[in-house]
């Protein structure tokens, strides 16, 4: 099994930008597409990204396109997030699919970190 911890999160004005990185270890993970996603308060966890095994295929969330890029290497992924917005606020979590290629489904999703809280600020 494949462990995930993310971190890079904290509280930001809005505007501006924060780098989220997600460590894995335990089993190789770089055969399984990989994914962020995040949940508000009184809210269900939504996708944000993910990105395929090889890093060559990635997907977005309508309203993170153009300002959140996700990307890995052979220890993590990350998720740069530009032009924060007060509805970007969340605990953001990290996971590994059971698959090779992109999905933006949460129940693709088998194996997650425990999460890094992100505020912004207006």
């Known amino acids: 099994q494949v462990q995930l911890v993310e971190s890079g999160g904290g509280l930001v004005q809005a505007g501006g930008s924060l780098r989220l990185s997600c460590v894995a270890s335990g089993r190789t993970f770089r055969n399984y597409a990989m994914g962020w996603f995040r949940q508000a308060p009184g809210k269900e966890r939504e996708f944000v990204a993910a990105i395929n095994w090889s890093g060559d295929a990635r997907n977005y969330a309508y309203s993170v396109k153009g300002r959140f890029t996700i990307s890995r290497d052979n220890a993590a992924v990350y998720l740069q997030m530009n032009s924060l917005k007060p509805e970007d606020t969340a605990v953001y979590y990290c996971?590994?699919?059971?698959?090779?290629?992109?999905?933006?489904?949460?129940?693709?999703?088998?194996?997650w970190g425990q999460g890094t809280q992100v505020t912004v600020s207006s």
């Open positions: 996971a590994t699919a059971q698959r090779t290629a992109v999905t933006t489904q949460l129940s693709d999703y088998h194996n």
